[in-house]
């Protein structure tokens, strides 16, 4: 399709315009063929014919469709040339107020002259780990690209940003490296990303001026390598500099300035550390004032130097280093200020009194005699003697200044290198990051060196930008399997030959600089003579000074005034002497270099690109251009070795006004830095690229109801592409992609727009008819009334005439006769219709009537028998009538409820076959494009055999090679080796050497030890004198104590068998008890029974006269045993308590009370025992009583056993009272003990202090001794050393025989090819697979929760039975007794080794809380403040453990958190305290601890509690977050609603191969989902869980809304529709889970206001009231982003007009609040946690036995 078919009415075109460059007009008739003008309206009203050559028709560019305008990427454009280029950044820039814009690979960021809130950490976080298309543009972008690619490629990168001066070429740079320094923390304690950062204020002090352009003008190019390692950390960085404009040192144009740091200075000058250097004002020094203006507007520079002094600081730079550069700087001021005078006959003199003079001198420390005589001298070297010439004041001066520009540039390389070895840090670059900040293409009015050096440096990096980008376009084609062709593009290498091949300019200039005589002349005409047959350079007609250049961007003319001087760059030999012998060291090693002919500033030797001539003089030997064109190839060495990524700075005005836009300024810039070269080159080709997807949702309007019946959608495109653009050159189908020509975008744009027109016009025309025949019928039935109005009027008239007024009287009468019967009817009817009603009314009332009556009758009972038989009749008739009438309305209503759910259920059905089917058509395509992949691979395998063979003969001559250097490496090692052994005899002998000298110091230090040894025995011996009285004293001691010990172990023997014989009457008394029982359980045995109770009965008289008395005795003397033993501890009514089948006993007295108060009083206790826990124990009661009677014959059998008691309970009385005694004694034995420890420890004491003394002595002695062997075995490590070395080489041999083996690798490695496709496809079914193991790990959680409410319901059953068994005598207190002992297994079984998902299916929620909570009131009630404190903090740190090892699992995270806000609310309800215990039961009051108070602990664990809510929040967000984005923003919910749009090289370049899983709102609520069930099965409280909820809420809110902020493209209508239907959504959620009171959707309102204001209204002055009046959550910063990044989805959409966004923000000004453009995602709720009382009963608790505490007692 040609494009003359788009040149049709109502479409638009650009024209030219001498103002803003190109200009808009509408067509207002179409373009034929043939046609000699084409008619045209401007937007101003007035018409345009714009001529046209028939035979070669050159239309002006098409303009493109609204809703291309304002696009990210200039490559989404359908129509892409300069004008459309130039209008959509101005829309960009100066309406949505963006300043960023991709153009392929370029971005394009306009200087904006304002600070914007875009550069912020948020916004840095928001970018990281971001793919580039899928953010607005940014330099954070390319940044992250770079960054990413690096990382993923191993590979080095490079930043290129260029621009001219003022277009904010710094400044990128530094948000770029201020990036890499956030994302890629070093995590050293150098913190090497701040010392990067800290880099550019010094070098923008040195390196920056004020210019007519920029206040802040880079003047020299720089290259800051940024080095990163294995783990891509910041570990260092290194700098490159480029031409710096040294003559800005001595010369500024008007309203400029120097360097930035002479002004720091001069406006510190009264500061100390400033007084020696002796500095003025800037106004009294020469160099700093030439241009008048010596300050810059809202610039302090005495900040600047404090910023400059605080970097030097933090870049390591010392104080002494720090004071000579300021030394230096000062000096060159001094020196600008040295008067030269003129001594007629071109002489100079400088007077020897001149204070600057002596100023320079003593600063600098050289000769003032010296430099007076040279400054105003020259020596000239003759064939036969030397001649010492004077010069002129004009030739003085500017020796003077080449001093001061000498200086200044070796002071600045100084200092750039002290900076390169302060960001040096150990450790091995990995890879590297380089950012290019370097000037823009130049030229001015005049252009002289400097511009001819900048304009070949942007030659060549055009050159290596083009190259790049077909590169990348090449790429891309081959991708796709498209076709491809070359383009024809603009070539710069001619330009380049011209400058720098042989006999080029610069050869020429280099020349002309060797002949002292040259001039800027004679070089010209140089050129003129050899250059002129070039046509690139040219003569300029009315200049003779000058030459032109034809660069890519420009004609450039040059004046080659200067060009000589500056590129010699010369020094007088003899002032260079000077400064090499200064005393100043700092000075003097600047010029130590001047000697060495072929080093460059940086100390790089390169390999010069063509032959130089051998230079004549020392100060000529290497040329500013030759070194600029050596730094260049260096240069783009680097940047061909990485890849690279282009950023283009655009100045939009020369005022530095902000937003303002000029186009012609802009225009000259675009063309300058290549960005146009680059839409020419796209527009040559397939620009426009549409993935299937985005095409068919786009254009399905276009497709016929056959094509979109389809299932292929691959398929469909092509078909419709082929019936819609008949011309198959136009397109291209790749394998992922359609490829369209230029223009073809918007006639499909065009055409779609149509088809809408087309049916909005029968839409109207359908709705307009309605409307019409709706109005129509309206007015057709207003006549028809009207009609019979006017008839019966007329009718009227006509029957009062006198000609029928007897027929009138006779209709009339007709008429009276007809209404009375009529009337006379209707009034029966009615009569009829009253009486019937009044029949009704009466008869129910009466039978209510005759019912009220028959019940009083029944109340009375007076009815007869025959009567309630009707009744009863009656009824029976009545139940099944009505019963009949219920079912048949049941079926009724249930054949209706089940058509409706059949019908329900087929639509579902139908959906999710639907669904099914689009999956399996998915699945389908998904298998095709792997077949197609693995048919290229197969072809390109059969490719890679035939590289294989060759990579065989290449093998082959490797390994000969390798063979060739193994023997080499054999022979070497063999050298070596002998080497080695040489070594190895010298270590020997050294070390018969060492062990001789040793064994000698041996021997001496054993004649010392003995010497020492006699000493010490001497000692010793007094020692022992004195010792034995101590012993004999101690062995008295002694006795006595054994005596005692003796006696009480004795006493403790004696004790021990009376328990062991309290133990046998306790399990005597055991089985009796169980013998009870069973009696009680077993009634039908009683008769046995009774013949064995006879029998004991007969034994029993024989005793009973024998135990009568004693009995009784006994029975006193036990009271008086219990109330010694006990003494008040353990309260009469819990011993009454304890029964005697209880298996654990709480101390030894008591289990024996227990057991002999059973036996004596076993009816009194269960009186007892019903007085006093009446309310508890009444059914216990009722069944001791029923077991009295069965048990007085009992009883009388078991007083047999009293005798034996009695005596059992005398003797231990016995021994009560003699213990007692034996007590009172031990108290005075204790303190002689103690007596005798303490004159032990004294005489210990000083044993010590003589061992001390002894030690100390040794001691000096043995480091004599160490002194000398350190000695030997310095010699040793030297020798060890050598040997090292040799391995080293040994080492690197074999390296170089691993890297030989490596590239043999590299060969094999291509053969593992074939098998990726494969890999794709078991990675498919695998996938496959883990949907299946989904589905089934969520049957297994149902499972699960099944089994556990199956155990809960268990659970109540079995205590529902234990309430209603009257004869359990158990009564549990709901504690847990262990061992101390026994601790670290209850913290290992119940908090390290649970597993939560076990935990879940066996117990109920809360137990291990509940169990630990049980064993802290054990330890309370024990009152054992030990045990308690070694509990609670064995829990803590237990608890700490788990989740320190775990802090990514989210369900451990869950179930602890439930488990310690459990534990939390136990101990306040079981505290005592009165606010906790109001909704307690009176059980649980009784059950309080009652020793210590927790409430310390209480802290303690709520902190704890703290630390793993938000653990836990954290868990969830990182799970959460990667589907917020694509499920509320990219995921389109709403079917039919498509906000697909075209789409640039970025979003096409980015991941559009690789398979990510794809999310949409049901991914985010299902995820929440198993989020609510996990803490729902976890038994966590639903105060906990809402609030868990809501700060999910807020992140899903912050997440989409930053989102929002930072991509155009989501700000639609059609987008807000989108998203407030998923806020719906997430409403409905929280409804299901009866979370609305959670505050949730509170959260989510400034999401859903962000929403509402993409949808409003946005024209008129009403609807910015209303956005300022609703918008009340959205800050104004937010509401003006939203209202400039608007951006219209399809033509009937209107764009917000930059005069309404100027009165929203005016109406926003007043509004407080955040000035923020993000939301903080990882802003917190405050935690609480609310008490809420547990309704569980601690003695009712059962512990399962899969926890394994079977060491645990119930108490």
């Not at 397939?686 to 691959?714: A, C, Q, V």
């Not at 080794?1393 to 064993?1415: N, Q, T």
């Not at 700000?1611 to 299901?1632: A, D, P, V």
Request: proline share 3%.
């Amino acid at each position: 399709m040609a494009l003359l078919v788009l040149y049709t009415e109502y479409n638009r075109v650009w024209i030219q315009d001498a103002e803003h460059v190109w200009k808009s007009a509408e067509i207002t008739k179409d373009f034929h063929l043939g046609d000699n003008i084409l008619e045209l309206l401007l937007e101003d009203g007035t018409e345009h014919y714009y001529p046209v050559d028939p035979s070669n028709p050159q239309l002006p560019p098409l303009r493109n469709p609204d809703i291309l305008v304002g696009e990210n990427d200039l490559t989404a454009l359908s129509y892409l040339h300069e004008p459309a280029v130039l209008h959509n950044l101005k829309v960009r820039f100066v309406e949505s107020r963006i300043i960023y814009t991709y153009c392929g690979i370029i971005l394009v960021a306009v200087n904006p002259y304002k600070q914007l809130p875009i550069y912020g950490d948020a916004i840095i976080h928001a970018y990281s780990g971001q793919n580039m298309g899928d953010m607005d543009p940014h330099i954070f972008a390319v940044a992250e690209e770079a960054y990413k690619q690096m990382a993923r490629n191993n590979k080095n990168q490079s930043i290129i940003v260029s621009g001219e001066s003022g277009a904010g070429k710094t400044v990128s740079a530094r948000y770029a490296m201020r990036y890499f320094a956030v994302v890629s923390k070093s995590g050293s304690k150098t913190r090497v990303e701040d010392k990067v950062l800290a880099s550019n204020p010094v070098t923008e002090a040195i390196g920056n001026a004020k210019t007519i352009r920029n206040d802040n003008s880079s003047r020299f190019g720089k290259y800051t390598e940024i080095s990163f390692d294995k783990r891509y950390r910041i570990i260092g960085a290194n700098m490159r500099t480029y031409l710096l404009e040294k003559s800005r040192v001595v010369f500024q144009a008007d309203n400029e300035r120097n360097y930035h740091i002479f002004y720091q200075m001069c406006s510190c000058a009264h500061l100390p550390e400033f007084k020696n250097l002796r500095l003025l004002s800037a106004d009294n020094f020469q160099y700093t004032s030439l241009a008048g203006d010596v300050t810059i507007e809202g610039v302090d520079d005495k900040k600047g130097m404090e910023e400059t002094l605080r970097t030097f600081s933090l870049l390591g730079l010392k104080e002494d280093f720090q004071s000579d550069v300021f030394k230096v700087l000062a000096a060159i001021l001094h020196l600008g200020n040295v008067e030269i005078r003129h001594s007629g006959d071109d002489k100079s003199s400088v007077p020897p009194s001149d204070p600057h003079l002596a100023v320079f001198c003593e600063l600098l420390g050289v000769n003032t005699e010296r430099l007076v005589r040279w400054l105003c001298h020259r020596r000239i070297v003759l064939v036969a003697e030397t001649v010492v010439k004077p010069v002129s004041k004009e030739r003085a001066v500017n020796a003077r200044d080449a001093l001061a520009k000498q200086i200044y540039a070796h002071l600045f390389d100084c200092i750039i290198n002290r900076i390169n070895t302060a960001l040096k840090v150990p450790g091995k670059q990995h890879a590297f990051i380089g950012v290019l900040d370097i000037y823009g293409f130049e030229t001015f009015d005049i252009n002289s060196f400097e511009q001819f050096c900048i304009n070949y440096a942007n030659e060549k990096l055009q050159q290596q930008f083009n190259l790049h980008v077909f590169k990348l376009e090449q790429e891309e084609y081959m991708k796709e399997d498209i076709p491809w062709t070359l383009i024809d593009f603009y070539d710069n290498q001619p330009v380049i030959d011209l400058i720098e091949a042989k006999m080029g300019i610069l050869d020429l200039l280099d020349e002309e600089c060797l002949f002292p005589q040259g001039t800027d002349q004679s070089w010209l005409q140089k050129l003129y003579n050899y250059l002129d047959a070039s046509p690139l350079f040219e003569k300029p007609r009315l200049s003779n000074e000058a030459f032109v250049i034809q660069h890519f961007a420009d004609k450039v003319e040059y004046q080659c005034r200067g060009f000589l001087e500056k590129n010699r760059d010369a020094l007088y030999e003899e002032l260079v002497e000077i400064m090499r012998v200064s005393k100043f060291p700092f000075l003097a090693s600047f010029f130590q270099g001047e000697e060495q002919s072929t080093v460059t500033s940086k100390g790089v030797k390169v390999r010069p690109a063509r032959p130089g001539v051998k230079p004549a003089n020392k100060q000529l030997r290497t040329s500013v251009g030759n070194k600029f064109c050596r730094s260049l190839s260096l240069l783009m060495e680097t940047l061909n070795a990485t890849t690279p990524h282009y950023v283009r700075c655009i100045k939009p005005n020369d005022e530095k006004l902000p937003f303002e836009y000029d186009s012609r300024r802009v225009v000259q810039q675009l063309r300058a830095c290549g960005v146009l070269e680059t839409i020419r080159i796209s527009a040559e080709s397939y620009p426009s690229r549409w993935t299937y997807i985005e095409f068919y949702s786009r254009y399905s309007i276009l497709m016929s109801h056959e094509e979109g019946d389809l299932n292929d959608k691959k398929q469909t495109c092509k078909n419709v592409l082929q019936r819609l653009i008949q011309d198959s050159n136009q397109y291209k189908f790749g394998r992922t992609k359609i490829f369209f020509r230029a223009g073809q975008v918007a006639y499909l744009e065009k055409l779609r727009l149509d088809r809408l027109r087309g049916a909005c016009v029968t839409i109207q025309k359908h709705v307009r008819g309605w409307s019409q025949r709706r109005r129509y019928l309206r007015m057709r039935e207003a006549a028809i009334i009207l009609q019979q109005y006017i008839r019966r009027k007329k009718a009227i008239r006509k029957a009062v005439s006198a000609e029928t007024l007897t027929a009138l009287l006779k209709k009339g009468w007709a008429a009276m006769v007809i209404q009375r019967h009529w009337r006379g009817y209707r009034m029966r009817q009615i009569y009829q219709l009253v009486r019937l009603a009044s029949i009704t009314i009466q008869a129910f009332t009466r039978g209510w009537m005759a019912r009220k009556q028959y019940k009083k009758v029944t109340n009375w009972r007076i009815i007869n028998y025959s009567s309630m038989m009707k009744e009863h009749k009656a009824l029976v008739l009545q139940k099944y009538a009505r019963a009949w009438l219920v079912r048949r309305r049941f079926q009724t209503m249930r054949r209706l409820v089940l058509n409706v759910q059949l019908s329900y259920r087929v639509q579902q059905l139908r959906k999710k076959i639907e669904e099914q089917n689009k999956e399996n058509c998915g699945l389908v395509e998904r298998f095709t494009s792997l077949a197609n992949t693995h048919s290229q691979t197969m072809d390109r395998l059969q490719g890679l055999e035939v590289q294989l063979e060759k990579s065989n003969n290449q093998k082959a001559s490797l390994e000969a090679r390798e063979k060739k250097a193994k023997e080499d490496a054999h022979q070497t090692i063999a050298q070596l080796q002998r080497e080695i052994e040489t070594l190895t005899l010298e270590k020997q002998n050294l070390e018969k050497q060492f062990a001789a000298s040793i064994k000698e110091a041996k021997e001496n230090f054993d004649q010392i030890k003995r010497n020492l040894l006699d000493e010490k025995e001497n000692e010793t011996r007094l020692k022992k004198i004195a010792e034995n009285n101590i012993v004999i004293q101690r062995q008295d001691h002694e006795k006595e104590a054994g005596t005692l010990k003796e006696e009480i172990k004795r006493l403790k023997e004696e004790r021990a068998n009376l328990h062991r014989k309290l133990e046998e009457g306790g399990q005597v008394n055991s089985d009796l008890q169980e013998q009870v029982i069973q009696l009680t359980k077993h009634v039908k045995v009683i008769p046995e029974l009774r013949r064995d109770l006879s029998n004991l009965q007969n034994q029993r008289n024989d005793m009973n006269r024998k135990m009568k008395q004693q009995s009784e005795q006994a029975r006193a003397k036990m009271n008086e045993i219990v109330r010694q033993l006990l003494g008040g501890v353990v309260a009469e009514q819990v011993l009454l308590g304890l029964t005697p089948d209880d298996s654990e006993k709480i101390d030894e007295v008591e289990d024996m009370l227990g057991s002999f108060e059973s036996l004596q009083k076993a009816s009194r206790i269960l009186e007892n025992h019903q007085k006093e826990q009446k309310d508890s124990y009444d059914t216990q009661v009722e069944g001791f009583k029923l077991k009295m009677d069965h048990l007085q014959e009992e009883n009388s059998r078991l007083q047999t056993l009293f005798q034996e008691k009695s005596n059992v309970a005398e003797n231990i009385r016995q021994e009560v009272s003699r213990l007692s005694s034996e007590n009172s004694v031990i108290p005075e034995l204790k303190l002689q003990v103690s007596e005798l420890q303490r004159q032990s420890h004294e005489l210990e004491i000083q044993v010590i202090e003589q061992k001390r003394e002894l030690a100390e002595k040794t001691e000096e002695i043995t480091n004599i001794l160490q002194g000398k062997i350190e000695e030997e075995r310095a010699q040793r490590r030297l020798f060890e050393g050598k040997a090292e070395e040799l391995e080293e080489i040994r080492r690197d041999l074999q390296d170089r025989v691993e890297e030989l083996e490596e590239e043999n690798d590299h060969l094999k490695r291509q053969q593992l090819m074939e098998s990726e496709a494969k890999r794709k496809l078991r990675q498919e079914t695998s996938r496959l697979t883990a949907e299946n193991m989904d589905f089934e790990e969520q049957l297994d959680q149902k499972d699960r929760l099944i089994k556990k409410l199956q155990y809960q319901i268990k659970s109540l059953e079995a205590s529902q039975k234990a309430k209603s068994t009257p004869s359990v005598p158990k009564d549990y207190l709901g504690m847990l007794e262990y061992k101390r002992e026994d601790e670290p297994r209850l913290i290992q079984n119940i908090i390290l080794d649970l597993k939560p998902r076990g935990v879940v299916v066996s117990m109920i929620p809360g137990l291990p809380a509940y169990v630990l909570f049980m064993c802290v009131r054990h330890a309370d009630y024990l009152n054992d403040e030990a045990k308690l404190k070694s509990l609670m903090n064995a829990i803590i740190g237990g608890v700490k453990k788990v989740i320190m090892s775990h802090p990514k699992d989210f369900e451990l995270l869950s179930f602890w958190l439930s488990n310690m806000y459990q534990l939390l609310n136990c101990l306040k309800q079981y505290s005592g305290e009165e606010e906790f215990m109001k909704q307690s039961t009176p059980r649980q009051k009784k059950n309080c601890l009652q020793k210590f108070d927790l409430s310390e602990h209480r802290q303690i664990l709520s902190d704890l509690a703290i630390h793993i809510y938000h653990q836990f929040i954290t868990v969830m967000e990182k799970t959460l977050t990667p589907a917020i984005v694509p499920g509320m923003l990219e995921h389109e919910s709403l079917q039919g609603i498509s906000s697909m749009k075209p789409t640039g090289f970025r979003k096409r370049s980015n991941s559009i191969y690789e398979e990510s899983e794809t999310y949409t709102i049901s991914s985010i609520i299902q995820q929440l989902s198993v989020f609510h069930l996990t803490m729902m099965q976890h038994g966590m409280e639903q105060g906990l869980i809402k609030q868990a909820v809501k700060q999910l809420f807020f992140l899903v809110c912050a997440t989409t809304l930053n989102s929002i902020m930072l991509r155009k493209d989501m700000c639609s209508c059609r987008k807000g529709m989108q998203i407030r239907c998923n806020i719906s959504y997430l409403e409905e959620w929280l409804k299901e889970k009866e979370l609305q009171s959670s505050n949730a959707m509170d959260t989510l309102k400034p999401l859903s206001q962000a929403a509402w204001l993409l949808q409003v209204s946005k024209s008129t002055d009403g609807d910015a009231e209303e956005i300022t009046e609703k918008c009340t959550e959205l800050n104004p910063v937010q509401i003006v982003k939203i209202l400039n990044s608007y951006t219209p989805i399809d033509d009937f959409e209107k764009r917000v007009m930059s005069s309404f966004v100027r009165k929203v923000h005016s109406l926003l000004q007043d509004r407080e609040g955040s000035t923020q453009l993000m939301l903080d995602t990882d802003y917190r709720f405050q935690v609480t946690f609310p008490f809420c009382p547990s309704s569980q009963a601690l003695e009712l608790l059962q512990i399962p036995s899969s926890l394994h505490l079977d060491f645990l007692t119930r108490i």
